[in-house]
């Protein structure tokens, strides 16, 4: 059981820039792109760093922030990778993260924001969810990430329809874009039970999250849903999601991420199996170096 870092870091000295429309917008267009590619080039170094600290300490996976390159998509600033006039340094360094994190074992990933809805049905916010999938397929190409994870999105008129006009957009993806996606149930709308049959017809692995599952459980217990999901991913290693509801199960919004997980919540079905599960939880790395550290002790035999 791998455990996974999700892309910031809280006290580590491991910092990732951003940029905001207002920012670049005000800069003529030569220096936007010097001012993005620099922070392009810190961005990629920034991840070097963050998948040396997680081989170091034995975390085995990093999801990498949708923002490696900001505002690459975005309407009125967007940019083409190659228009940054860093970008011979940012791609050099970026295929170096590429064997760093193949040859010291951390897989990476990437999921994409919440307006990322491939099944949207509105045609403006499927033609900008296809275009930012083709974006995150190019960065995962870049850094060798495994996947990119998906939500299924909102059930209009009907999650049937919904999942139907999913399907159909990730049909127009290139290969590229299409051939890293992976699904994931959700609190709110789509559980395991809505999931399964779309990645078995697609040809999709499932993420599953077992947090999203106990808000929103479906006919399939957790157990069972871990061994299901796990076969979607055939030879691959299984991914995993985990978060604690910040105010326990019997709050009123058990859907908030705690600071850290708690035993309890995590299956005793992962224990001792090869799946590789992020950890979501607010206090990013001290939350997964606390559950490493119990994970650790669960396989130390017991004194008599």
Aim: aromatic share 6%.
């Amino acid at each position: 059981m791998r455990l996974g870092l999700c892309c910031t870091f809280l006290e580590e000295p491991i910092k990732f820039r951003h940029a905001t429309a207002r920012v670049v917008g005000a800069k003529p267009r030569a220096a936007q792109r010097l001012y993005l590619g620099e922070i392009a080039l810190a961005n990629a170094d920034a991840l070097a760093a963050a998948v040396t600290w997680c081989a170091e300490r034995g975390i085995g996976a990093f999801r990498v922030s949708s923002q490696l390159f900001p505002l690459a998509t975005h309407p009125e600033v967007g940019y083409a990778l190659e228009e940054l006039p860093t970008w011979s340094g940012v791609e050099r360094r970026l295929a170096a993260v590429r064997e760093l994190a193949r040859t010291r074992d951390v897989r990476l990933s990437f999921h994409p924001d919440q307006f990322v809805v491939p099944g949207s049905a509105s045609p403006a916010v499927v033609e900008s969810s296809l275009a930012e999938l083709e974006h995150h397929g190019r960065m995962a190409e870049l850094v060798g990430a495994e996947q990119v994870t998906l939500h299924g999105g909102g059930a209009q008129p009907d999650k049937a329809t919904a999942l139907a006009r999913l399907e159909r957009g990730l049909d127009r993806l290139s290969p590229r874009g299409r051939e890293r996606i992976v699904l994931e149930n959700d609190d709110r709308v789509f559980t395991v039970d809505d999931l399964l049959p779309v990645c078995a017809r697609a040809g999709l692995p499932l993420v599953h999250d077992v947090h999203h599952h106990r808000c929103l459980p479906g006919e399939i217990p957790v157990e069972e849903a871990i061994e299901l999901a796990a076969a979607t991913w055939g030879a691959r290693e299984p991914w995993a999601h985990i978060s604690s509801p910040k105010g326990g199960w019997a709050s009123k919004q058990p859907h908030v991420h705690d600071d850290y997980i708690r035993p309890a919540d995590v299956p005793r079905a992962w224990l001792g199996r090869k799946i590789t599960v992020d950890v979501e939880a607010k206090a990013k790395e001290q939350a997964v170096l606390r559950l490493a550290r119990w994970v650790a002790a669960q396989a130390k035999p017991r004194a008599a």
